[in-house]
């Protein structure tokens, strides 16, 4: 590979592995960021702002730049991943094998991303299976192309060889795939690993079982002994699930970094609607306490930065050295725990939120099962997506098709 197509002025990023093991000696506690796409033009001008203010702001160690489901954001997140190195970030761009297709070749469309995003400079790169693309329900695998990011780690590191660091996800509670539906004899039954990963929802308790979780961890030990770097967790919002996670990564011969994806908390709906979706264990007191909450936006932030706060003092003591926030594309909760650990000052004083609402995601515009939608027919929850894009919704008690682009996702 040469590094002729990059601006002389402009050198390519480091690689975030030995950013790590360098601060790794500093025993100061570091933060990286994750941004995705906006949905709109002004969306995207307001995020370039957004991302500029918090490198000057917290100093982060790198920025993430998310890859939409299928795709969908390829071109947009490529650009802004661009756009973050451009303007003096890492950038660690994400990039997914789901229904990426280039002239009929699922391969080509990765390998053009790749290409693309090495000649600009970028050398990570988080390595994803992707979610289901819009209108499926399910994932299914393009046929000739990747079948898990464990196929695209692979092909990385023989297309590439060592020019780019590669992360990886990791699934403290288990992949959501792998989490189980429990009978109440299940419940009563399960072991005390499986309890202290469980969640219920809705009075339903899921559980990733220990035969699937061992399954998962065999997976996670091919991604790294295929040559990935270091580990970005899925979101948690149990501290002591991360902590057995990382010693579980140990016992497996994992002895790469593990960093923590800390989801902040911005509001209630978004908050119950993202942990149902992905099965996220929920303490009873965190559980009371949101609820209690429900009806008050401020005081949900102000929690939000407590309880983040908290959490992140519990795996700083652990030995976590750097805090990875899933800002959604804001930033007062992010300042406020900040703030609070001392790692910045004054922060969330200044903090503008006033964008809110073009931050929305381009994936947020996607409907699935559990969405409120609007239409000429009423306002309704969906009940079924179906391959063609159209949703059965439940208006008024009754289950109503609309076709694709006659409805739009409620917020």
Same mark, same amino acid.
């Given at each position: ?31 990286? !960021? ?17 991302? %500029? ?22 071109? !947009? ?25 280039? %002239? ?82 299940? @419940? ?15 009075? @339903? ?14 997976? !996670? ?74 009806? %008050?936006?401020?005081? @949900? ?14 795996? !700083? ?63 309704? @929850? ?30």
């Amino acid at each position: 590979m040469s590094a002729s197509s990059i601006p002389q002025d402009l050198q390519p990023d480091p690689k975030i592995i030995d950013i790590l093991k360098k601060e790794s000696a500093s025993k100061i506690a570091h933060v990286s !960021l994750e941004y995705f796409p906006p949905r709109t033009e002004q969306g995207v001008k307001n995020l370039h702002a957004r991302m %500029d203010r918090m490198l000057t702001n917290t100093k982060c160690l790198y920025t993430d730049m998310t890859w939409g489901a299928g795709g969908s954001t390829a071109d !947009l997140s490529l650009q802004l991943a661009l756009h973050a190195h451009r303007t003096g970030h890492v950038s660690n761009m994400h990039l997914t094998c789901t229904n990426m297709e280039k %002239d009929g070749d699922p391969i080509a469309a990765v390998h053009d991303a790749l290409k693309q995003a090495y000649d600009g400079g970028i050398r990570n790169i988080v390595a994803l299976r992707g979610d289901p693309a819009e209108g499926d329900e399910k994932w299914t695998a393009t046929e000739g192309g990747f079948t898990c990011a464990l196929d695209l780690v692979r092909y990385i590191r023989k297309e590439f060889g060592d020019e780019f660091g590669i992360s990886v996800a990791g699934y403290p509670e288990g992949h959501p795939n792998r989490i189980s539906e429990l009978s109440a004899e299940e @419940v009563e039954s399960m072991t005390e690993a499986e309890k202290g990963r469980c969640c219920t929802h809705d009075g @339903v308790t899921y559980v990733c079982k220990d035969d699937d979780y061992r399954k998962e961890m065999d997976y !996670l030990k091919e991604k790294i002994d295929a040559g990935s770097d270091f580990i970005i967790t899925q979101m948690f919002f149990d501290a002591e699930v991360f902590k057995t996670f990382v010693k579980d990564c140990r016992k497996w011969g994992i002895n790469c970094p593990v960093v923590p994806g800390l989801m902040c908390i911005n509001a209630y709906p978004g908050f119950k609607k993202m942990t149902k979706f992905c099965k996220t264990r929920v303490t009873k007191s965190l559980e009371e306490k949101m609820d209690s909450m429900k009806d %008050d936006p401020d005081a @949900v932030k102000r929690f939000g930065v407590e309880f983040g706060a908290d959490i992140c003092r519990s795996l !700083l003591a652990s030995g976590v050295e750097i805090l990875h926030f899933y800002t959604l594309n804001l930033e007062k909760v992010v300042y406020g725990i900040t703030d609070d650990l001392g790692i910045t000052s004054g922060l969330i004083e200044t903090s503008n939120e006033s964008d809110a609402k073009d931050m929305v995601a381009v994936g947020s515009a996607w409907a699935r099962a559990g969405d409120t939608v609007k239409s000429s027919a009423g306002q309704g @929850v969906v009940k079924e997506i179906k391959g063609d894009g159209t949703a059965v919704v439940d208006i008024d008690g009754k289950d109503v098709e609309l076709a694709k682009g006659s409805y739009e996702k409620v917020f």
